[in-house]
């Protein structure tokens, strides 16, 4: 099982959420990283905007 740093997992999410909206299957072959992991991660991200908490991934730009 990989780790990933979690710079990397949030740039990796920000190409999966508005406004790129880039589908799991092209963010899958782009990075190597499995379709299963990518659908887990945009499921959590959508449970913690979901959860009532403000995270806008926009904050993570450096």
């Given at each position: 099982?990989?780790?990933?740093?979690?710079?990397?997992?949030?740039?990796?999410?920000?190409?999966?959420?508005?406004?790129?909206?880039?589908?799991?299957?092209?963010?899958?072959?782009?990075?190597?990283?499995?379709?299963?992991?990518?659908y887990k991660?945009?499921?959590?991200?959508?449970?913690?905007?979901?959860?009532?908490?403000?995270?806008?991934?926009?904050a993570y730009?450096?």
């Open positions: 099982m990989a780790l990933y740093s979690e710079s990397f997992k949030i740039s990796i999410m920000q190409k999966m959420m508005p406004p790129k909206n880039q589908k799991v299957s092209t963010t899958a072959q782009e990075s190597g990283m499995s379709e299963g992991t990518l991660w945009k499921k959590e991200a959508k449970a913690i905007c979901v959860g009532g908490l403000t995270l806008t991934f926009d730009d450096v």
